[in-house]
């Protein structure tokens, strides 16, 4: 049987990027969300002083990695009881995403439960291990059947929208009862813009009560620290589970290069870095969350990450028409699923000049 994957979604996007490339003064392409300001010269050196690297990297990682990283869990996301064993770097978390139901060993008949607005990796990572993808909004749609494996996104991407600790700890109590396991993919946790405190965990001890079993937490520097070119990344959580994806990783040669995994070491061990990438994000929302709402927009949700999940209470294509012909690209809602067909995602990876040209464009008529 053939594998039967989705039409890759920003294909469909090339006819109202070529409109909004005709703008006298060019596009401001706010469809991905691709970092733009450099990388910290912190993470710079940690690479030159690593970049003297002849033999084969480890797929576990070395253990200061993996003892930095759960340090990192410690003083940041509140789970104090990570075990360096439970960690492992990845090649970014797409890729962790996309083959984390074949790396568990799924396959037909299994079913892989994700949001019913999701970042679409979720669905095709189903996909190719040829189990069944299953979007939902709520659990009780999956009546007495049980996935093998359950996605959570918090925050979310594109919505922005944070779970907080309570309904955590409800959808672990769920999964334990079932014997499903429980994947949250978290990268966008530093970023949040109520309060100063990153967004829980899935491994916070007030959510797994101190026992990883059965939680992964899938984590990218991609987005605060501006590492999207390095593909720097980890999973953590429960230990078992994350042998098992060190041994197949192995057999696959699915490795982190050597001098990545220093930077990530390094990465994790500074926090000054990340409030400072934070604290850029946080004017060029402002900024453009006002021109949106002073214009007749509604934002909705979008209490986290690098995105305003907005509308205008018509079909999303139309809206990226609407926008393209101000030279101005979004990213249509029905990318993530059914639900978002009225809404476009707008991020907040580009300069502040760029930011500046897209308030302009939207508060001129």
């Not at 965990?201 to 797994?208: A, F, K, P």
């Not at 926008?323 to 990318?335: C, K, M, S, W």
Request: aromatic share 6%; net charge negative; charged share 25%.
């Amino acid at each position: 049987m053939s594998l039967q994957l989705p039409d890759f979604p920003w294909d469909s996007l090339a006819e109202a990027k070529a409109r909004a490339h005709e703008h006298p003064d060019g596009i401001v392409d706010l469809s991905v969300g691709t970092p733009v300001d450099p990388t910290p010269r912190i993470l710079r050196d940690a690479l030159t002083a690593a970049s003297d690297a002849p033999g084969y990297p480890q797929v576990w990682g070395t253990p200061d990695l993996r003892e930095s990283v759960s340090a990192w869990f410690a003083r940041r996301r509140g789970a104090a009881s990570v075990d360096p064993d439970g960690v492992m770097p990845t090649v970014g978390s797409k890729e962790l995403v996309a083959w984390l139901p074949t790396l568990l060993g799924l396959g037909a008949g299994d079913t892989v439960a994700f949001p019913a607005i999701a970042y679409p990796t979720y669905d095709v990572g189903a996909r190719l291990a040829g189990a069944t993808p299953r979007p939902m909004t709520s659990l009780l749609e999956l009546g007495p059947s049980s996935p093998r494996l359950l996605w959570l996104n918090s925050p979310s991407n594109p919505t922005g929208q944070v779970l907080g600790v309570e309904h955590l700890r409800k959808v672990v109590e769920w999964a334990r009862a079932r014997g499903v396991v429980v994947a949250s993919d978290e990268c966008y946790a530093e970023l949040t813009w109520e309060g100063d405190e990153p967004a829980p965990s899935i491994l916070d001890d007030r959510v797994s009560g101190g026992s990883h079993e059965g939680l992964l937490a899938v984590y990218s520097l991609s987005k605060q620290s501006n590492l999207a070119g390095y593909r720097a990344a980890f999973v953590a959580g429960d230990p078992a589970l994350v042998r098992r994806l060190v041994e197949v990783r192995k057999h696959a040669g699915m490795i982190v290069p050597w001098p990545v995994q220093r930077v990530l070491r390094a990465a994790v061990g500074d926090d000054a870095h990340v409030q400072e990438q934070k604290q850029r994000y946080a004017a060029r929302r402002a900024r453009l969350r006002t021109a949106l709402e002073q214009t007749g927009w509604r934002v909705d949700h979008s209490e986290a990450g690098l995105y305003l999940w907005s509308t205008r209470d018509e079909p999303c294509r139309d809206t990226v028409a609407w926008l393209a012909e101000r030279g101005v690209l979004a990213a249509p809602g029905d990318f993530y699923g059914a639900p978002g067909a009225q809404h476009v995602r707008i991020a907040l990876t580009a300069t502040d000049e760029r930011i500046d040209a897209a308030v302009t464009r939207l508060t001129a008529d």
